[in-house]
């Protein structure tokens, strides 16, 4: 079942591709086709095309055979050669490559050639990562397909636009992103912004008449091109051009540049890199300084430096971050939010302020029409959803003023419904669907209505006008129906409709009444009223400020979304204010927001004509206990989120329309709906929602903190390696003591531990106390005096107890291949048992649970194999100058671990209580 498409026109039928269609294909190949020169009758007969049906499906499928899909060819990004080369351009990578020169000049082959590896590993891990992640988010930006409505055999369709061919028929409204060449044939108040193509920022208004050949391109009204941006109004069109054809795509091929993957984190990590460096450089000087001073050779006291800077350095960081970020967008994707913008990872952890639109994000989105009031009598409607079970009143006849209500809302109406798998759809605006559902309901079916009585001129809805008419001849007298805001159509109605469908005086004090009664049980409420046409005039002419009948009211109702409440709840308790925007009714608004626990009894909504009396400075101190905002205007959203701004907090904006469009760009993170928003909408967010549903907004902060909180776990587990080897440096050249590890000996714990210990950290699950933390302040740094102080005692304990050993083993006469290989695997062992406190910075291993992250476990297990290897293999140990060791020196080793572990675990207890 589909809505019948309106007849506007008559031109033939849709015909098979034939030569006269390839013969206009071939002249596109040679010379582009003025098509705004062009008759709309004449260009639909080049492309042998159907205003009134659009194309069979058959006829798609042999066109999309020759032209392909409608999407423009992306241009080529970096080559895999860039990606790899451009690993090497970090301060850190670039000190590790200088030490593995110099050694090399040095002779010292096996050292220079381990340095320069392990410069070649890490380069490698960020190249495959970094490809993984620009996979990633390509594959997830194009899961938010962009989508149209189409004309296919008939029947009205939503496509994704890349299912467009030339030929087919393309409705357009305000909002939509166009979604290829169309060569205009109807245009009601069409107006379009085309500045991404001819830089003009003034709006153009389109129209469906032919023009001169040499019409420039910012001149032609006739013509909608690809990428630009509708309005205002309604129209339709005939596709010309698709893909690479097209203006856009022959002027530029770069439609969706690829995601940068710059973070303000990775920010702050380079900068925190360069302070490292200078801070290692100066060590390594003073370093070298000391030991000749104490005598020793310049060549032992170079490779005591080499060996503290590469031992300093956080080789393991740049890799990290990379996958971190990457199995958070991930994770963040399969919850049904798609981030745009790789910055709204990191910021959505330090939301303060979530201001939400109300339909379809906090509520269903399926209107449904609960009661109706015409002639002063009140008639319930039973039912839910966009299902036509139902009835209108019980047992009652369907005539006189409820009748005609009926029928002008299934009339003046731009919806349809269809039947799609057991389960009924809405094409359209869902309020204009609920009219068509109650319609059925009385046995009105609307295509049928449409045959009868066609539509002979419209007025589409505005947001300015509040109203939409429409034009149609009834029983020999032409009819004007309008349906729009009560507020709007009352003051302008002259008479009424009685319950027996007689004219009598309007009685507005019962209107008011029964408006405010229906908006009082949280129902959306629309009023009908009529206008006998006079033949001579169109609706434009005819004007609507006066002289109306007013035909009833329909109240209808959105209803909350379950997981929207749980949503809000959560929120809550984790510091975050939820505040409603809408343009509907302010105590249909209210009554919404006390049911989803964004308003509490006795509290009350400012509305646009309120807010608008406020200046700048009233507005920042009103937005702090008002929640709820109804009939709000575009540009007052702007500055309700400049308001919020101005008072220090982090925002997020939801919207699905045009006019959301700047409140989303202002916000710190723009949030458009991926089902009922519109293609503006979704360009200027930085993250898109699947389902429109704001439990994914809730699911996307708490996945973002989740984020965040793997970050300083790993920051906090592996800086007290780096510092704990450039200690152990320090330490042996003030002692005048032989170095207890080798800078290959570094090399080595720094790289295997941060691949198979400190990554799995990225792995861990969200703690379950994430949403009930207040939200992380946006210039916090990134490690608390807490953790400093935790790297600091574990740096200490690394120091004490690697160092401690070592000379402990050469006092026992032991080799000092052995002592080394007993402080290198000190090291590992505290490494890990560190790894299993940094699962949680509050809480105890055995708290989160032992098991629930296994990544941790198989880490721990392949660097047991690793150590193994490493002391007992004869070519690792000729190579890391390791020697075998003993039962009770592993034992003294991993008493060193377990002592680490408690003194931590202690530690975090402490500060728990304190």
Not at 504 to 524: C, H, K, N, S, W
Not at 806 to 835: C, D, I, K, P, W
């Amino acid at each position: 079942m589909c809505a019948t498409a309106h007849r506007l026109h008559k031109h033939g039928t849709s015909l098979p591709a034939s030569a006269g269609l390839l013969q206009t294909m071939n002249e596109q190949g040679r010379k582009r086709i003025a098509w705004h020169y062009l008759a709309a009758d004449e260009a639909a007969a080049r492309l042998e095309a159907s205003f009134n049906d659009g194309l069979a499906e058959s006829e798609v499928l042999s066109r999309r055979a020759i032209h392909g899909e409608n999407r423009i060819t992306p241009k080529p990004g970096k080559g895999p050669l860039q990606r790899f080369a451009l690993q090497f351009v970090q301060p850190l990578i670039l000190v590790l490559l200088a030490a593995g020169v110099v050694t090399a000049a040095l002779g010292e082959w096996v050292d220079s050639g381990v340095i320069l590896g392990v410069t070649l590993i890490n380069a490698l891990i960020g190249f495959i990562q970094e490809g993984r992640a620009e996979s990633a988010l390509a594959t997830l930006a194009q899961s938010v397909p962009s989508e149209v409505t189409v004309l296919r055999g008939g029947c009205k369709q939503r496509l994704a636009s890349t299912a467009l061919v030339p030929g087919d028929v393309v409705l357009l409204a305000a909002g939509d992103k166009v979604p290829a060449d169309l060569r205009l044939f109807r245009a009601k108040d069409l107006q379009a912004i085309e500045s991404a193509l001819t830089g003009e920022s003034a709006a153009v208004a389109k129209h469906g008449e032919t023009l001169p050949e040499d019409t420039l391109l910012a001149d032609r009204g006739n013509m909608a091109y690809a990428g630009t941006v509708m309005i205002s109004g309604q129209g339709a069109g005939v596709v010309v051009d698709t893909g690479d054809r097209t203006e856009t795509g022959r002027i530029s091929r770069l439609i969706a540049e690829a995601p940068d993957l710059t973070t303000p984190l990775t920010c702050r990590m380079a900068a925190f890199s360069n302070w490292l460096l200078i801070a290692i450089g100066v060590l390594a000087a003073l370093t070298f300084a000391v030991g000749l001073w104490r005598g020793e050779s310049a060549f032992a006291m170079f490779m005591a430096a080499v060996a503290l800077a590469v031992g300093a350095i956080p080789e393991g960081l740049p890799a990290a971050m990379t996958i971190t970020l990457a199995i958070g967008v991930s994770r963040m994707a399969r919850r049904r939010a798609i981030i745009r913008k790789l910055p709204a990872v990191e910021t959505l952890g330090s939301t303060t302020v979530i201001c939400s639109d109300k339909t379809g994000t906090l509520t269903e989105n399926q209107m449904t029409v609960r009661e109706i009031h015409t002639g002063g009598k009140r008639t319930v409607v039973s039912g839910s959803g966009y299902s036509p079970n139902g009835k209108v009143g019980e047992g009652e006849t369907i005539a006189g003023a409820l009748r005609e209500c009926l029928l002008a809302g299934a009339l003046c109406n731009d919806a349809g419904l269809n039947r799609v798998n057991r389960h009924w759809e809405v094409v359209g605006d869902p309020t204009e669907g609920a009219l068509l559902v109650v319609a059925r309901k009385a046995g009105l079916d609307e295509r049928t209505l449409q045959r009868l009585f066609p539509r002979l001129d419209e007025i589409p809805f505005d947001s300015a006008r509040q109203y939409m008419a429409t034009l149609h001849e009834i029983e020999g007298q032409r009819m004007a129906y309008y349906k729009g805001a009560f507020e709007q159509l009352l003051p302008r109605s002259q008479s009424m409709l009685d319950a027996n469908g007689q004219s009598v005086p309007v009685r507005r004090v019962e209107i008011e009444v029964a408006a405010r009664a229906m908006a009082a049980q949280g129902l959306r409420v629309l009023a009908i009223a009529r206008l006998a046409a006079d033949p001579a005039l169109t609706l434009e002419a005819m004007g609507a400020d006066s002289g109306l009948q007013f035909v009833g009211l329909v109240g209808m109702i959105d209803p909350p979304r379950p997981k929207a409440i749980a949503a809000v709840r959560t929120c809550h308790a984790a510091g975050i204010t939820v505040k409603m925007i809408t343009g509907d009714h302010a105590v249909t608004a209210l009554s919404i927001a006390r049911q989803i626990g964004i308003a509490r009894a006795g509290e009350t909504a400012l509305n646009g004509r309120e807010l608008a009396a406020l200046d700048d400075e009233g507005l920042r101190g009103v937005v702090r206990s008002v929640n709820v905002f109804a009939r709000v205007e575009p540009e007052q959203k702007l500055r309700l989120v400049r308001a919020l701004q101005a008072n220090g907090e982090v925002v997020a904006m939801t919207g699905d329309g045009v006019n959301d469009a700047p409140a989303l760009k202002q916000a710190h993170i723009g949030i458009a709906m991926g089902l009922g928003g519109t293609e503006v909408a979704k360009d200027a967010a930085d993250m898109v929602l699947t389902d429109d549903d704001f439990a994914s907004i809730e699911a996307a902060i708490e996945e973002g903190r989740g984020v965040f909180d793997n970050l300083v776990k790993f920051i906090t587990w592996t800086l007290p390696t780096n510092f704990g080897e450039g200690l152990v440096i320090v330490a042996a050249i003030v002692a005048g003591a032989t170095l207890p590890i080798t800078p290959l000996q570094i090399l080595w714990i720094n790289m295997t531990t941060a691949v198979f210990l400190g990554l799995m950290l990225a792995f861990e699950p969200i703690e379950h106390n994430v949403m009930r933390r207040p939200p992380r302040p946006p210039g916090a740094p990134i490690l608390d005096t807490g953790l400093v102080w935790r790297i600091v005692l574990v740096s200490v304990l690394l120091l004490a107890g690697s160092f401690g050993l070592f000379l402990r083993e050469l006092a026992q006469g032991e080799s000092l291949a052995e002592a080394r290989t007993v402080a290198v695997n000190v090291f590992v062992v505290v490494e890990a048992m560190y790894l299993f406190n940094c699962r949680s910075l509050t809480r105890t291993a055995l708290g989160i649970g032992l098991f629930s992250n296994p990544a941790v476990w198989y880490g721990v297990l392949t660097m047991a194999v690793l150590q193994a290897l490493l002391t007992y293999v004869p070519l690792m140990n000729r190579l890391f100058a390791t020697a075998p060791i003993g039962l009770h020196q592993w034992l003294e080793i991993l008493a060193v671990g377990v002592l680490a572990y408690v003194v931590v675990g202690i530690d975090k207890q402490w500060r728990a209580r304190h």
